[in-house]
T-cell receptor, first 116, second 112 residues
Framework: GAGVSQSPRYKVAKRGQDVALRCDPI?????LFWYQQALGQGPEFLTY????????KSGLPSDRFFAERPEGSVSTLKIQRTQQEDSAVYLC??????????????FGEGSRLTVL | GENVEQHPSTLSVQEGDSAVIKCTYS??????FPWYKQELGKRPQLIID?????GEKKDQRIAVTLNKTAKHFSLHITETQPEDSAVYFC???????????FGTGTRLTVIP
C-alpha cells in the first residue's frame, strides 16, 4: 500500500488480557516509531526501530509493553496483562531516514485500544 | 529529554482571520521543528516544517517562524477556512535521536 497500515483499527480487551497491534510501514522506510495518544493529548513516544534494531525503548511505560520488528519491516506492539490505563490510540509512524536524519513521520490511522 | 510546550490549547477564529499557535522547546541542540495537523479520528499529517538554519518558511497560507535564541517557533495560518478546523501539534526532536516530542495540541475552530 501507499501508506502506513495498522491493524486492528479497534480492539476491546478485558483487563488482564494480552493484545498485539500490528504496523506495516511504508516500503523502504528505515525508521519506525510507536506512539501512544490518550484522548485530547499529543502523541507520546514509546519506542523506535532503525531497520530491525530497537534503538530506543525509553518511552515504554512498563515491562508489560514489548515491541519487535524482526525483519526490519512489519512491527508488532504487544501489551501483556492489559490495564485500564492502557486505553489509548496507538500510533505507528515510519520515516525514510535512519538515526540522525530527522524528517517527516508518516503516521498510520492508529489502533484504538479500550480495556474494560 | 526535550520538553515542548504549546499554547493556546483552544483557538476560535472567524473565517478569513489569521490564527497563530506558539510552541517553546527546551533543548538548544534541537534543529528540526515540524507541525502536524490531525482531523477528528484521523492520523496526524505533516503540514510544514522548518530546520534551524532558517528563520521562516512559507507554504501558501501557512508559515512557520523560528526564534532559536528564545527557543520558540510559531505556526501562522492566514485567510482561515472551515477546513482548517483540526488539532495542530508542534514537535521537536530528542537530542541525538530521531523520535519527536509532541506538544499537547491546539484545537483550532474556524467559524464560518
Amino acid at each position: 500500500g501507499a501508506g502506513v497500515s495498522q491493524s486492528p483499527r479497534y480492539k476491546v480487551a478485558k483487563r488482564g488480557q494480552d493484545v498485539a497491534l500490528r504496523c506495516d510501514p511504508i516500503s523502504g522506510h528505515v525508521s519506525l516509531f510507536w506512539y501512544q495518544q490518550a484522548l485530547g493529548q499529543g502523541p507520546e513516544f514509546l519506542t523506535y526501530f532503525q531497520n530491525e534494531a530497537q534503538l530506543d525503548k525509553s518511552g515504554l511505560p512498563s515491562d508489560r509493553f514489548f515491541a519487535e520488528r524482526p525483519e526490519g519491516s512489519v512491527s508488532t506492539l504487544k501489551i501483556q496483562r492489559t490495564q485500564q490505563e492502557d486505553s489509548a490510540v496507538y500510533l505507528c509512524a515510519s520515516s525514510l531516514g535512519g538515526a540522525g536524519d530527522t524528517g517527516e513521520l508518516f503516521f498510520g490511522e492508529g489502533s484504538r485500544l479500550t480495556v474494560l | 529529554g526535550e520538553n515542548v510546550e504549546q499554547h493556546p490549547s483552544t483557538l476560535s477564529v472567524q473565517e478569513g482571520d489569521s490564527a497563530v499557535i506558539k510552541c517553546t522547546y527546551s533543548d538548544s541542540a534541537s534543529n528540526y521543528f515540524p507541525w502536524y495537523k490531525q482531523e477528528l479520528g484521523k492520523r496526524p499529517q505533516l503540514i510544514i516544517d522548518i530546520r534551524s538554519n532558517v528563520g521562516e518558511k512559507k507554504d501558501q497560507r501557512i508559515a512557520v517562524t523560528l526564534n532559536k535564541t528564545a527557543k520558540h517557533f510559531s505556526l501562522h495560518i492566514t485567510e482561515t477556512q472551515p477546513e482548517d478546523s483540526a488539532v495542530y501539534f508542534c514537535a521537536a526532536p530528542a537530542t541525538g535521536a530521531n523520535n519527536l516530542f509532541f506538544g499537547t495540541g491546539t484545537r483550532l475552530t474556524v467559524i464560518p
